[in-house]
């Protein structure tokens, strides 16, 4: 049988397809009856009430309730050398649920220092899942999820709940009862929105952030409906349970906890091979923060997986690295948590051209001779809103313009007004203007309000860091608007009206 793993460079992720012959419905049939399903239903992050229970309140003494004692121990006891690192206790917001662990400094760190260096032989990829099977490499730009495919994190997650059927006998029992722990909390101990109640989800009314999740959500869904086909894969893939068809071991809202709980803690380790690029390691994330300003970053070396700190820490001070240039809505998805310092945080503004307009042919080639699409998308950054609205006006320029000799220079043009109409100008900068007050009607709260909410220290946890979203999605658009105001004081002719526009540009 042969497997091949797809590279799709856009998502950065991999994709694991298998190409099968047909098996007879009789054979399947045979082994559908032959099914060995474990008999224990607690699966990868689904949790154990007697476990919660039984937490340990204290910060420093972690309770040892099997042999294993806990995961730093398992780690120095499978090879990990001395590290400059200890795992402390956060109290959980839901006493429901225990405390979550953290890395904290175990001595006086200055930058330059290794914290820890975890040998590959703890960490997860999916060169250790695949073993030695015949693996074809190919880079494959990311279109419609096709059939037989399953993402890496998808792989990896459906690996550690296999593995969590052998209870103490796997390996990795000690990694996964510690994910089962973190419940796929982030820093904050607040679970990513893919988890939240439709209630909870209300937070985030009017953010774009709220599609992506149900987006997201859909994904998931639809990597599940392809995890029969990894059934075929069983047999090589994972041996201890060649029978075990994956939606009859494991029903979907276990495998979305599981692929939550991994994507909270994958890290994408650089200047490795692909299959080794996906890393799960013990010590890394969630139990390191993520932070936006930090340049440290977990490092293949050799033969393991190191940390080197990029700047001082106190002794039990908690160590944070640095999570790529995501933007809050990416963080909250993926980790639970937003950084309201966040240089990387953005919204995404979407203009197009009106295809209804006569001219649209002869517009869509001038804007592809300047390096735009028929479909344009603008990111703006928190800071730099007037530059992204600088950026955006050629473009919308192109679509109210009629004479095709102008259509070339007002799409060239530099500085923040066009010389070519003033009454265009002007019914330009006003459409931006209503298109960003349309969005900042879409949320139920103001600025202030989410002030005054974030000010309250015992606001739930899940509304925190949805409010916290929002405020930050608010702050850029005000900003655009503030930009926009200033241009249209500086129009020539303040009495102008807005040109009529038939075709104008569509903004979303």
Not at 210 to 239: C, P, Q
Request: hydrophobic share 35%.
């Amino acid at each position: 049988m042969l497997f091949t793993v797809h590279f799709a460079p856009s998502l950065g992720v991999f994709r694991v397809s298998h190409l099968v012959h047909l098996v007879p419905a009789r054979s399947r049939a045979i082994l559908r009856r032959n099914l060995c399903l474990a008999s224990n239903a607690d699966t990868l992050v689904s949790g154990s009430r007697k476990e919660d229970r039984n937490s340990s309140s204290s910060s420093n003494n972690v309770k040892k309730s099997d042999d294993f004692g806990d995961l730093k121990t398992w780690m120095h006891s499978k090879g990990l050398p001395p590290c400059k690192v200890v795992l402390k206790e956060k109290p959980s917001h839901d006493e429901k649920h225990r405390p979550i662990h953290y890395v904290a400094a175990s001595e006086d760190l200055q930058a330059g220092d290794i914290a820890f260096s975890v040998p590959n032989s703890l960490v997860v990829t999916l060169e250790r899942i695949l073993g030695n099977e015949t693996i074809d490499w190919e880079r494959k730009e990311y279109g419609a999820v096709d059939t037989n495919r399953l993402s890496e994190l998808a792989c990896l997650a459906l690996y550690l709940m296999y593995e969590k059927k052998q209870g103490k006998k796997s390996f990795w029992y000690p990694f996964i009862r510690e994910l089962d722990r973190q419940r796929g909390r982030g820093q904050l101990a607040v679970e990513s929105p893919l988890l939240w109640s439709e209630a909870e989800m209300a937070y985030l009314i009017g953010s774009p952030t709220k599609a992506e999740v149900k987006e997201r959500d859909e994904g998931i869904k639809r990597e599940y409906n392809e995890l029969d086909t990894v059934w075929f894969m069983a047999g090589s893939l994972f041996k201890q349970y060649p029978y075990d068809i994956p939606t009859e071991a494991f029903p979907f809202e276990i495998f979305k906890q599981a692929f939550v709980a991994v994507q909270s803690c994958v890290v994408h380790l650089q200047k490795v091979s692909l299959a080794r690029r996906f890393a799960l390691v013990p010590l890394g994330p969630p139990l390191l923060a993520y932070k936006s300003n930090c340049k440290a970053m977990l490092t293949a070396v050799e033969d393991a997986v190191q940390l080197v700190v990029d700047r001082p820490y106190k002794a039990d001070e908690p160590i944070v690295i640095w999570c790529g240039p995501q933007p809050n809505s990416k963080l909250l998805i993926n980790y639970g948590f937003v950084d309201e310092d966040n240089p990387y945080d953005r919204l995404v503004v979407e203009a197009s051209l009106n295809t209804e307009d006569p001219q649209f042919q002869d517009k869509r080639m001038v804007a592809q001779r300047n390096g735009k699409l028929t479909v344009q998308t603008f990111h703006v950054y928190a800071g730099k809103e007037r530059e992204a609205i600088s950026d955006m006006l050629p473009y919308m320029r192109l679509g109210y313009v009629s004479d095709t000799s102008e259509m070339q220079s007002v799409i060239s043009s530099q500085g923040p007004i066009c010389a070519v109409s003033p009454c265009m100008e002007r019914a330009v900068l006003e459409q931006i203007s209503d298109y960003l007050t349309s969005r900042l009607s879409g949320y139920p709260t103001t600025l202030s309000e989410d002030e005054t909410l974030l000010a309250d220290c015992n606001i739930d946890p899940k509304k925190r860091v949805a409010t916290q979203l929002v405020k930050s999605e608010k702050k850029i658009l005000h900003a655009c608007l503030d930009a926009i105001f200033e241009m249209i004081d500086r129009l020539p002719d303040q009495t102008v009206s807005p040109c009529p526009a038939p075709y104008a540009p569509q903004l979303k």
